[in-house]
């Protein structure tokens, strides 16, 4: 499947997400936006969403914190919501609780080894 067409899957099972939880889904224009969707809490406040549609690996998810360009998401964007390809389940990301770090893994399952020390569970992140 071609990477234009992830992308808009991933988009889609995330606005579809975010309309269930309330949030109002606005979609910019043009590829040349930093953030692919936009989302208002009702409340007043305008979150910036970067969208990733992730293949499990190896019992994780990995998502990159910039763009292909090699700019960080930090500065223009609030959220990235990963979408886990093979289940649809969708992960929020809070940029703000993330400080110098230039990629998230979210382990799918426990490790075998016990280890909970720089173990980020994805069901932790998991937007119901």
Not at 96 to 124: C, H, M, W
């Amino acid at each position: 499947m071609r990477t234009n067409i992830k992308g808009d899957i991933g988009e889609l099972i995330v606005m579809t997400k975010l309309l269930k939880n309330g949030y109002w889904v606005s979609k910019p224009f043009g590829d040349d936006c930093p953030y692919d969707i936009l989302a208002d809490n009702k409340e007043g406040k305008i979150i910036r969403i970067q969208v990733k549609y992730v293949t499990p690996k190896d019992d994780l998810l990995r998502c990159k914190l910039f763009s292909n360009t090699g700019v960080s998401y930090k500065d223009s964007v609030d959220w990235i919501l990963i979408v886990n390809s093979d289940t649809e389940s969708v992960y929020k990301l809070d940029l703000s609780e993330f400080d110098s770090e230039t990629a998230i893994y979210l382990r799918l399952t426990q490790p075998k080894n016990n280890q909970t020390k720089g173990v980020r569970l994805a069901e932790s992140y998991l937007i119901n």
